[in-house]
């Protein structure tokens, strides 16, 4: 492709010239945001909305599909008696990156969970294990006078596609001799959020301080003198309507829970599931790390290991916290951890610092995706990094300015990575980057750290649209569709 070299260092001096200009910063450029500006769609996502409790391996194909399942049977529930007495199926239907890879994923064991009543935050590892281990196991949904039988085969995993405006669909549909009786359509849009055809944001509380960019945010916090942390709080309360000891609480729950999986990983040993035989790795990468002279390679090692702990529990459909993902869900905790062993940190102590990671997770869902299926792998580990980068730096008493860049660097730098599951499955690659992205996530609050006072080039709010095309971009090969990248080239097991 030809390049007018002259016209390309002519408008790199302009520009270069215009941002030594002391009244242009960055933020000028970012046309999401103006100084001053109102923000007339504030963001009201909640961080129990952003942080989902629930069995792995893949927010987008077990949670939100479990939830879903739970929501079909409430909805039947409300058909007249003599209408559900009728009832004799139940049909699932996957579409788009959840009939790809869903299989993988545990989709329809997770779906078909829901529709026997189960709910995310309250299924057991051993209920899904269970599931369809023959392929003639029949299981009995109960809608009123109705009894069910539920197979593995109702699951149905489509070739086709389907017009609908996110990536990952399921309709499901209550059939009776043959004809519909009650039918929706589902839609899975990242970290384990769902909604369907005709769905309508809930009521909620208006936050207290209304922003919906980065930029947005600072200003708030320079107008009010507030922390992030409790500016995050106080817009939590307001849109919730809990009070602040309710939201401490939930909050340190899934600190807890986060905690819990990268030290429950760290213990064992084994298999795990899937085709490829692949070993526990987190524990013999922890004792390797006590026998290293060097601290810092000890240290490095120890975060990964931590990081794919994580993973490796997620993997195994073991209860984990959406970090903004499932698949993503070893780097939070990873971090998370790390504190509380190594740095004396309590689990109250990390609860600012999970408000802050949330916001970050917040802004990304609304300005780009947390999900694969829509900006590949960028969109799940990159966030999880940029999330926790932003959350160990509140932790660690860092300004909002080094709180903003420790997300960007972690972000910026997952620019471009594909989500490439070979086989479907959440292992290769998705355990290992857990852990690499754990160490990045810590070496993005350093970076942030040395530059304190100094506005990174390039701000989060820039970063986040810039990861949006950049996915927007991506051929759906490269879109948690097992198509392309590793998926295409490693074949072993598969």
Known sequence: MYCNRRRFLQSMAVTGAGLCL????????????????????????????????????????????????NDFIHLCAQLPQEQLAQADAVKVHLYGSLSATGKGHGTDR?????????????????FLDNLFVKPDDTRTVVLGPARIPLKDSDVIFEQGTIEAPFSNVLIIELLGKGKQLASREYYSVGGGFLQWKGWKAPDKGKPVHAFDSMNGLLEIVKNTGKSIPLIML??????????????????QRIIHVMDSCAATGLGLEGKLKGPFGLERRAKLMLEQAASSPEPADAFAARLSAYGQAGSEENAMGHPIVTAPTAGSAGVMPAVV????????????????????ASMV???????????????GCQGEIGSASSMAAAMLSQVMGETPDVVENAAEFALEHHLGMTCDPVGGYVQIPCISRNAMS??????????????????????LDLCIRTMNQTGRDMKDDYRETARGGLALFYTQGC
């Open 22 to 69: 002391p009244s242009l910063t960055w933020a000028g450029f970012d046309p999401l945001w103006k100084p001053g500006s109102v923000c007339v769609n504030p963001i009201d996502v909640t961080v129990f909305e952003m942080f989902k409790i629930g069995p792995g391996p893949s927010s987008s194909h077990t949670i939100a599909p479990m939830s879903a399942g």
């Open 110 to 126: 997770a779906v078909a969970a829901g529709l026997l009543g189960q709910k995310p935050d309250e299924c057991k590892a051993e």
């Open 234 to 251: 106080e817009n939590e309360m307001s849109i919730t309507g809990q009070s602040e000891q309710n939201i401490r609480q939930g909050a």
């Open 337 to 356: 951890h790390m504190l509380i062993k190594e740095r004396g940190k309590t689990e109250a102590d990390l609860v600012d610092g999970l408000l802050v």
């Open 361 to 375: 997770g917040t802004l990304i869902k609304r300005h780009a995706s947390v999900a694969g299926a829509d900006v």
């Open 438 to 459: 754990s160490v990045k996530s810590w070496n993005a609050w350093m970076m942030a750290r040395t530059g304190q006072g100094t506005k990174h080039p390039v701000g």
